[in-house]
T-cell receptor, first 113, second 109 residues
């Protein structure tokens, strides 16, 4: 298995543009987590899904952020419109069992200018 | 305060032991974890300990858990340059894993 795959690895966009980050889970994993990492705040959990259903989105900063799981192996995190303060590294992680061990993707480094 | 707290930086000479400390607030965690993040990469699970254990050893790694004090530590014996990374302490809660801010381990020659 290739592990959790995120795309793109790097994204530079202008303020106000829509950004879509993508994540492919490991086959057979049924939980998906989106995190944001910054120097100031560390690793923040944005949202997580179990069996394609959003369980907890309390970490999503604002309505500009949305996440979906159109099928069991794929998820998107969308920011519309993007702002400079959204600049961070966004990670997704998947797990075969709720709350046990996570496998992280390599992250998407987002820069909003 | 934060759910999981750890110091942000640690410098250790190559060959010495590194000890990274962590305190947590939620005593209901079943598992406590140490994850490692190398530059430009995601977090990788390094080791974990079940909450009813007080020690776990895995090659150069020793995890100590003091449940009374809610204190977790990671000892890396014979620290090498390849151990340079950010180390995250974490605990499970409500089907999620809560991470600390990470300790950046710097290896001195």
């Amino acid at each position: 298995d290739a592990g959790v795959i995120q795309s793109p690895r790097h994204e530079v966009t202008e303020m106000g543009q829509e950004v879509t980050l993508r994540c492919k889970l490991i086959s057979g994993h049924n939980s998906l987590f989106w995190y944001r990492q910054t120097m100031m705040r560390g690793l923040e959990l944005l949202i997580y899904f179990n069996n394609n259903v959003p369980i907890d989105d309390s970490g999503m900063p604002e309505d500009r952020f949305s996440a979906k799981m159109p099928n069991a192996s794929f998820s998107t995190l969308k920011i519309q419109p993007s702002e400079p303060r959204d600049s961070a590294v966004y990670f997704c992680a998947s797990s075969p069992t709720r709350g046990l061990t996570y496998t992280f993707g390599s992250g998407t480094r987002l820069t909003v200018v | 305060g934060e759910d999981v707290e750890q110091s942000l930086f640690l410098s250790v000479r190559e060959g010495d032991s590194s000890v990274i400390n962590c305190t947590y607030t939620d005593s209901s965690s079943t598992y406590l974890y140490w994850y490692k993040q190398e530059p430009g990469a995601g977090l990788q699970l390094l080791t974990y300990i079940f909450s009813n254990m007080d020690m776990k050893q895995d090659q150069r790694l020793t995890v100590l858990l003091n449940k009374k004090d809610k204190h977790l530590s990671l000892r890396i014996a014979d620290t090498q340059t390849g151990d340079s990374a950010i180390y995250f302490c974490a605990g499970d809660r409500d089907d999620k894993i809560i991470f600390g801010k990470g300790t950046r381990l710097h290896i001195l020659p």
